[in-house]
């Protein structure tokens, strides 16, 4: 009986806590549905947005090459000797005819006084057989021989003569010396170069350019705009001059190996930092768009959708677009959008229809190069030396 008493309590304390269970869960309920909605406000999505600009877009191409002078003279002695005296060293600024190297001259005077007792014999001869050819007693052959022996030793004498001026060696041109050959006391011989001078007003780079282009380089030649600059100068890239440059002539093959025809540019202006040798960048406009209107690159989405604020709602919406024009950073688009307010930037998560909060618009960077450049490498201008070729399209 006292069992039975006890299991009746425990089930009868159940069902009580099974009801106060219910009876929670089914009020937190009614106070949940019977609760007033609970308004959330969202923040409107904060973009960037722009006003279409009028810039340039510039299609080139991007080679590279080395400077080189046109004007480069080995200069050799035209007699054999000892070097006595050399009066220039690298780098040293000549003029045309100035005195670059002196022979010995002891062997050449020599010679010289050698010939010139050989003239002063033969022509002494010949006037005396002269005299008596004209009196009748002398012959003619005797007269024929006489001024053939003095011809030959008048012409040796001044062989002699301008072979000593040889002895002292002058610059061909006006330049800067580049290299020197040989020393003060060597042997020299016209086989043996002394110095190799360079004129540095007559720089010029010559550069490899990739066989499709060929055509257009022919039909356009030197109304094409270059651009030529140092990629290895210590100041900042923004400072790098560039200098101009000008088409003096296109090669008329095509090298088989490289397939690529060589091109050569001479240089404009303020050449004062170059020198033979040095690597540069060499850019060729192809064609050039002056004053389009448009809008930074990143202001496309998905490759073809442009988005824009609707002036009546205030809201982003999207039209899909493509550009006529463009280049690595810059596109056009139609004059009819001039005042039209575009979202440049934040775009890319926005649903149309969508409000949205901006401040005033921005302006284009002017560090954005609207310039679409396929940029080809290959600096060799020998054709049995092709290297490599790479072509890179951003």
């Not at 790098?240 to 008329?252: A, K, M, Q």
């Not at 005033?360 to 020998?382: W, Y």
């Amino acid at each position: 009986m006292h069992i039975r008493r006890k299991l009746k309590i425990l089930s009868i304390l159940k069902y009580i806590l099974l009801a106060a269970v219910l009876w929670f869960v089914g009020t937190i309920v009614l106070r949940l549905i019977n609760a007033p909605p609970e308004i959330v406000i969202r923040p409107k999505p904060a973009v960037i947005v722009m006003y279409p600009e009028y810039d340039d877009i510039i299609h080139s191409v991007a080679l590279t090459g080395y400077i080189e002078t046109d004007t480069m003279v080995t200069v050799l002695p035209r007699v054999s000797g000892i070097l006595e005296e050399l009066y220039v060293e690298a780098g040293d600024v000549v003029t045309e005819g100035e005195l670059v190297a002196l022979l010995d001259t002891a062997p050449l005077e020599l010679q010289m006084a050698q010939a010139e007792a050989a003239f002063i014999a033969a022509q002494s001869s010949f006037k005396r057989v002269e005299q008596l050819y004209n009196a009748k007693a002398a012959t003619k052959q005797s007269y024929d021989e006489a001024k053939s022996q003095y011809d030959l030793y008048s012409s040796q004498y001044e062989l002699a003569k301008i072979q000593y001026d040889y002895a002292a060696v002058t610059s061909p041109i006006s330049g800067t010396v580049m290299t020197v050959h040989t020393s003060a006391g060597s042997l020299t011989s016209p086989q043996v170069p002394l110095v190799t001078l360079g004129d540095f007003n007559d720089l010029i780079v010559t550069v490899r350019v990739p066989e499709k282009y060929y055509d257009l380089f022919l039909s356009r030649g030197k109304s094409m705009e270059i651009g030529i600059k140092r990629p290895d100068m210590l100041e900042d890239t923004s400072n790098r001059e560039v200098i101009s440059g000008v088409i003096e002539s296109i090669s008329p093959y095509i090298s088989a190996d490289s397939k690529s025809f060589s091109v050569k540019c001479s240089l404009r202006g303020a050449v004062e930092k170059l020198r033979p040798g040095m690597y540069v960048e060499v850019e060729i406009i192809i064609n050039a768009y002056r004053d389009v209107l448009g809008l930074p690159y990143k202001a496309l989405t998905a490759g073809n959708s442009l988005w824009y604020i609707d002036d009546n709602t205030g809201t982003a919406q999207a039209m899909e677009f493509y550009p006529e024009l463009s280049s690595d950073s810059f596109f056009s688009i139609p004059d009819e959008f001039s005042d039209r307010l575009f979202i440049i930037d934040g775009h890319h998560v926005l649903l149309e229809g969508q409000k949205v909060s901006y401040a005033a618009p921005v302006t284009k960077s002017r560090d954005l190069q609207n310039v679409t450049t396929e940029r080809e490498s290959g600096t060799e201008s020998d054709d049995n030396n092709p290297g490599e070729l790479h072509e890179v399209i951003p």
